[in-house]
């Protein structure tokens, strides 16, 4: 159904997955990549850092150190899908970063429709009455959290009864 070997539904990944092994949920924007981690029982997603956007060799690079250092199984990218349902340019790029990271890795990658998180984010941290400074350097790693932690939750349901 995908282009690309490794890109596949959220539902399949699991099955991709080797146990114990951590999801790692990506926001991407133009300029930096927050990241987020599950725990190994990939119930709970937690802030981890963001990467500064540079040539794409270097984001796959630092991406790479990432996996390998948290034993990372999967990635869940968030598709910042309209409001409406249609994909806009960003959906696109965040599509063809997807297929060239997957050119590179062998585990499997998955898009998680992130329609309101970075938002829902923003409105959290703005209650937390957070400096404008502060919100901005944390937003991508927390709206990766959002994004992750809506995917996980996706995941236990399908795991029930």
């Known amino acids: 159904a995908m282009e690309g070997g490794n890109l596949t539904e959220l539902t399949d990944l699991e099955q991709r997955m080797t146990p114990r092994s951590r999801l790692l949920g990506l926001d991407l924007g133009t ?3 927050g990241l987020a981690l599950s725990d190994a029982g990939r119930t ?5 850092s963001t990467i500064r956007r540079r040539k794409f060799r270097d984001d796959l690079a630092s991406l790479l150190a990432v996996i390998e250092e948290h034993n990372v199984g999967a990635l869940v990218l968030g598709l910042p899908v309209n409001m409406d349902g249609s994909e806009g340019p960003r959906c696109q790029s965040t599509r063809k970063f997807a ?3 997957s050119e590179h890795i062998e585990i499997p990658i998955a898009f998680w429709d992130e329609r309101l998180s970075t938002a829902a984010v923003e409105k959290t941290l703005i209650e937390a009455d957070m400096s404008r400074k502060r919100r901005g ?3 991508d790693k927390v709206a990766a959290a959002y994004i992750l932690q809506g995917a996980l939750d996706r995941l236990s349901q399908r795991s029930l009864p």
Not at 44 to 48: E, P
């Open 31 to 33: 300029k930096t990549i």
């Open 44 to 48: 709970i997603a937690t802030a981890l």
């Open 99 to 101: 297929t060239n990271v």
């Open 137 to 139: 350097e944390v937003i």
